[in-house]
């Protein structure tokens, strides 16, 4: 990964948060498939996922709009505030293959 590319995931990172909660907020999120996710940002490249009451810490990756968060298994895509789609990734992924649920904030 050259500097420039992680130059732009960080530019992005900071781009796509500005419009989150950041510390202990969660959000709640209602999926299309009946789950409930709750999500907080602790800082610009940071998303703590609660599913099923369990933890997951994911970390930004690369995406072309919105703020992508990756890790632990699962993939957490956000569109602003109000929007996010949540993916399993398979072992060895980094992008979801299996198709996603869209959720949407309470």
Partial sequence: MTSHTVAAIG???LAG???L???GAWVKYRCS???TVEAKYPDATT???RLKGQTHTLHVALSGSG???TGDGWQW???GMRGGMLAPLAAGESIASAPGTQCHAR
């Fill in 11 to 13: 530019l992005l990172a």
């Fill in 17 to 19: 948060c500005a419009s």
């Fill in 21 to 23: 909660p950041s510390g």
């Fill in 33 to 35: 498939d009946g789950r």
């Fill in 47 to 49: 998303s703590v996922i």
């Fill in 67 to 69: 703020v992508r968060y």
């Fill in 77 to 79: 895509w956000t569109k």
